[in-house]
């Protein structure tokens, strides 16, 4: 199954750590960047977003914001909206346009989860695995994740104990895709 726009709005989904994975691929300055993360920061708090606030929380100067924002609209990451008399701040169009021009994601963490665990997962799992990712990295979970299938055991505790280990062995991921599984020399 592949990713649509709607996992941009799905509940499991964390548009600050999305933006973060994927920033090389987004080819943002350091500003825009910023500003994308503190919309999202803002958005999630519920605090309107304004170029008021943009610039207080940035440091930056009324004529940055809107320099900054029209980058970021004009490259598509940025869309405007009418909600209830106040513009709302959209970023959609990260994701839609981060898959474009990035690495195209075959499938999010969670739904690789829910098809080995063969169920719909917790809110609390999900959280745990958002948290592993942002810990380890998503490619190392689902390194660890293929090995609790190889092994039989398709349990997060399990798949955090595999992680652990890794780290504590000092293997990077690369070193995991080549097959090794003991400590670096």
């Known amino acids: ?16 750590m999305w933006i973060l994975g994927h920033l090389e691929s ?21 605090i309107p977003v304004s170029h008021d606030i943009l610039c207080e929380k940035l440091g930056i100067t009324t004529a940055q914001a809107e320099q900054t924002l029209g980058d970021l609209s004009d490259k598509g990451f ?27 994601l075959a499938r999010s963490l969670i739904q690789e989860f829910e098809d080995a665990f063969a169920r719909t997962l917790s809110s ?22 293929d090995e609790a299938i190889a092994y039989g055991h398709p349990d997060t505790n399990y798949i955090e104990r595999i992680l652990a280990s890794w780290q504590q062995k000092g293997l990077s991921t690369e070193d995991l895709r080549k097959g090794y599984r003991n400590e670096r020399r």
């Open 1 to 16: 199954m592949n990713n649509s726009s709607n996992d941009w709005n799905s509940p499991w989904m964390d548009h600050t």
């Open 26 to 46: 987004l080819h943002l300055s350091h500003l825009e960047a910023l500003t994308l993360l503190m919309i999202e920061y803002l958005n999630k708090a519920q």
């Open 78 to 104: 940025l869309d405007f909206a009418m909600e209830n008399g106040k513009v709302r701040f959209l970023t959609q169009g990260v994701y839609d346009r981060g898959l474009s021009v990035g690495q195209p």
């Open 124 to 145: 609390q799992e999900m959280q745990r695995i958002i948290d592993m990712a942002a810990a380890y990295g998503e490619d190392r979970v689902l390194l660890a994740l």
